[in-house]
Each structure stands twice: as C-alpha cells, then as structure tokens.
C-alpha cells in the first residue's frame, strides 16, 4: 500500500507540475509586459526567478490548503497552514529535482541522437521517422520522471519516519530519566524526613 501511496503521489505531484508551468508561463509574460511598458527589460528575469521560487511553493501550498488542508488555531482559515506549506516545500524540491534530472537525460540524447550525428546511430535503420523517435524518447522520459518522482517520496516517507521514531525515543528516554528524578528527589525527601523524626524522638528522649 506505501508504493501505491508514492506512486499516487508522483501522479499529483504531475498534475501541479502542469499547473505550476502555465501558471510560471502567466508570471514570466506579466513581468515581461511590466518590463517593456517600464524599458526594462531585466524585469523578465526577475519574473523567471519569481516562477521557479518563491510562487510555486505558495501555489502548492494554496492547492493542498484548500482540498484538504487544517488551519492552525493560531491563524486565519484563509492562510495557508504550517504543514500545508511544508508539504508544499517537499512537493517542489521534488519536482525540480526530478525535472532536472529528466532535463539532462533530455539533452543527452538529444545530443546522441541529434540528425547530425543519426546516422552513426546503431539504431538509424529501426528509427528513419525522427517525429516518432523522439515521440518514443517522451515517452520514456516521462515514465522516467514518474520513477524519480516515486522514489523520492519513499525516500521522504522513510525519512520522516525515521525522524519520528529518534523524536519518540528522545521522549521515551526523557520521560524515564524524569521518572528517575522524580523517584530519586521522592527517596531523598523520606530520608530526610525519616532523619529529622529519629532527630525528634532522640530530643523526646532526652
């Protein structure tokens, strides 16, 4: 059911992705328009920097918000909550991760499989029709990213859990070493007040 869970997950995680990338497209064009109107062309770069971070963490973390995340009691319900966020967080370290990795792996065979360099190809004979060879390299590519993706959020999975289990092991071991304490100062009292009643009765005696 866990590799179900990932896989479900990598599936959403497409899904923003596509939002993510026209949404980014919206943002590169606004700060595009902004920047002609004002001569300055530099305002583009700063809408790509704005597209890539911080504005898909805040629009992942809206998304999860309002399908099925919890405001904090300390914050109003339109506001996204702490753990959407970070969800959030994860979501696009993990899908710029996967789609760099997918960048690359893209170029490389572009690069190996350029129509320059085709016919030096040991498989020129089996793909004559480039359209439908770089078809089938999308293809892979994307089942591809869906892998890294899955992989990731196992690796995020058994991380928090490990991370859970040492937090609760610090609890347990604070809790017994409280327990000591707390049984130490009880034994150290009894002495004491046994020590002052053997002190009272020695006074009664004399």
């Known amino acids: 059911m866990s590799v ?6 990598a599936i959403w995680l497409s899904i923003l992705s596509t939002i993510w990338t026209l949404f980014g497209i919206g943002v590169v064009y606004l700060w595009l328009g902004i920047g002609t109107l004002l001569n300055n062309p530099s305002l583009g770069l700063f809408g790509l920097l704005l597209a ?15 399908l099925w995340g919890k405001s904090d009691s300390n914050q109003p319900p339109w506001i996204a909550s702490n753990s ?5 967080t994860w979501q696009w370290f993990i899908a710029s991760t996967t789609s760099i990795v997918v960048f690359i792996m893209m170029v490389g065979v572009v690069m190996v499989t350029h129509p320059a360099n085709f016919y030096d190809y040991p498989y020129r004979y089996r793909y004559r029709n480039y359209d439908r060879f770089y078809e089938q390299i999308a293809v892979y590519l994307s089942l591809v990213w869906y892998v890294i993706a899955t992989l990731m959020f196992r690796w995020k999975r058994l991380w928090a859990k490990k991370v859970a289990n040492k937090q609760i092991r610090k609890a347990e071991v604070k809790k017994i070493n409280h327990e000591q304490s707390v049984k130490q100062t009880l034994a150290l009292t009894i002495d004491e007040e046994l020590e002052q009643l053997k002190q009272t009765m020695k006074k009664k005696d004399i």
């Open 4 to 9: 179900i869970k990932d896989i479900l997950q």
């Open 52 to 66: 890539i971070f911080p504005v898909p963490i805040i629009l992942f973390a809206y998304i999860n918000h309002i």
């Open 84 to 88: 959407s966020m970070h969800e959030a």
